[in-house]
């Protein structure tokens, strides 16, 4: 079955950085596209970014473009965010899923904690 | 990229109907057949409930269907049963490759 586990959350201060990845298992990796989808406590799901099966093509929300940067390694079925420059209202969990205009199907999330 | 909008909260009875509205604009919502909705339950992730408007994932019960008029989605959930309450978020393609998610609508079985 379709696995995604995320990992690298946790307590980090304003203007740090933090990587999270997610590895994937259970279905063809390099078929899909791959999203990062963010939910702060409490809140809605906003979405943050996707890339395309090859790498190629990568889109980003206004909210996270030029700070936030995704990237994936086919080879070992893993998607990556790269969080830069991190804000008290990043703090969220932070959901890896697949597909991009559709999310089929979404890993149990990490949670990011952005204070000093 | 503003959020599409949804009522925050809506209920039934078992055994009812309820129908929860995602309206947005024509460069969103209006402009592409890709709105999606998902079922989220507390503390869970989100489950993809219906694609492209209005189809339906393998294992997601026919209970649930989806419709599109002008820049208003809908989502009806019909012979509710307990084990939908739950948070219902819309999504659209929004154009410019961006995803837009609207605030989402709690859902009440009463």
């Known amino acids: 079955q379709v696995q995604l586990v995320e990992s690298g959350g946790g307590l980090v201060q304003p203007g740090g950085s933090l990587r999270l990845s997610c590895a994937a298992s259970?279905?063809?990796?390099?078929?899909?596209?791959m999203s990062w989808v963010r939910q702060a406590p409490g809140k809605g799901l906003e979405w943050l970014s996707y890339?395309?099966?090859?790498?190629?093509?990568?889109s980003y929300a206004d909210s996270v473009k030029g700070r936030f940067t995704i990237s994936r390694d086919n080879a070992k079925n893993s998607l990556y965010l790269q969080m830069n420059s991190l804000r008290a209202e990043d703090t969220a969990v932070y959901y890896c899923?697949?597909?991009?205009?559709?999310?089929?199907?979404w890993g149990q999330g990490a949670l990011v904690t952005v204070s000093s | 990229q503003s959020a599409l909008t949804q009522p925050p909260s809506a209920s039934g009875s078992p055994g009812q109907s309820v129908t929860i509205s995602c309206t947005g604009t024509?460069?969103?919502?209006?402009?592409?057949?890709?709105v999606s909705w998902y079922q989220q339950h507390p503390g869970k992730a989100p489950k993809l409930m219906i694609y492209?408007?209005?189809k339906r994932p393998s294992g997601v019960p026919d209970r649930f269907s989806g419709s599109k008029s002008g820049n208003t989605a809908s989502l009806t959930v019909s012979g509710l049963q307990a084990e939908d309450e739950a948070n219902y978020y819309c999504?659209?393609?929004?154009?410019?490759?961006?995803?837009?998610f609207g605030g989402g609508t709690r859902l009440t079985v009463l």
């Open positions: 899923a697949t597909g991009e205009r559709a999310i089929d199907y």
């Open positions: 999504a659209s393609y929004g154009g410019s490759n961006n995803v837009v």
């Open positions: 024509s460069g969103d919502v209006g402009g592409y057949n890709s």
């Open positions: 259970g279905f063809t990796f390099t078929d899909y596209y």
């Open positions: 492209d408007v209005n």
């Open positions: 890339i395309s099966s090859s790498g190629s093509t990568i």
